[in-house]
């Protein structure tokens, strides 16, 4: 809850950091704006016809062109402070998620993680942003280096089996039951053929 907390104040003052550039950023269109606008007046006629607006146009030129650069540094200070705080960031990240790996993966090292970045790529998976999801979510990689294990070990068995020689089948064995029989069935039998076999058969 804590880390969660710190969490959430820290995106907090960057959200209103953000929104103060925002901010600026509109000042500084609409100061650009109203000092191109001044530079185009004619003072000199402006100031026949009534010189106290000339004098008043002048002195606002002058504020504006004071205060553009005070804003425009104060749009590129909060800027670096919003690069600084972001690479503070992400730095604690990868801290967090390196440790993480090296916990939780024996293996983990830079070229594990080289590997796993080009196992992501061959799935069409976007690894700029991959990279960042990890910082957050550095469990990803457990998944990956599971997939990556497991896609290795079915390519391994396919090629196996194509690997292993085909044993061609052996030929039925003839069993040999001795002489085979020409003897006719007795409905094919002529009389003849009937009484000898008759007589065979009372004498055995």
Do not use: C
Not at 28 to 49: I, M
Not at 69 to 83: F, N
Not at 106 to 135: C, M, R, V
Not at 158 to 179: F, H, L
Request: hydrophobic share 35%.
């Amino acid at each position: 809850r804590k880390a969660f907390e710190a969490e959430r104040e820290k995106f907090g003052e960057l959200r209103k950091t953000a929104d103060q550039v925002e901010a600026e950023r509109f000042q500084l269109k609409a100061l650009d704006t109203r000092v191109q606008q001044l530079r185009q007046l004619n003072f000199a006629a402006v100031s026949q016809q009534n010189p106290e607006l000339a004098q008043h146009l002048r002195d606002e030129l002058i504020q504006l062109q004071g205060i553009r650069p005070q804003l425009s540094d104060s749009i590129t200070q909060k800027q670096q402070q919003m690069q600084l705080a972001q690479q503070r960031d992400n730095a604690k990240l990868f801290s967090d998620a390196q440790s993480f790996l090296m916990r939780e993966l024996k293996d983990w090292s830079p070229a594990k993680d080289a590997e796993l970045e080009s196992y992501a790529k061959g799935l069409g998976i976007n690894t700029q942003h991959l990279s960042q999801f990890l910082l957050r979510n550095p469990s990803i990689a457990i998944a990956l280096d599971k997939a990556q294990k497991w896609d290795k070990s079915v390519k391994e068995r396919i090629s196996t089996i194509k690997a292993k020689p085909s044993i061609p089948e052996k030929p039925a064995t003839r069993v040999d039951g001795g002489k085979a029989s020409t003897q006719k069935s007795l409905s094919d039998m002529s009389p003849a053929e009937y009484r000898t076999w008759r007589a065979k058969q009372k004498t055995r």
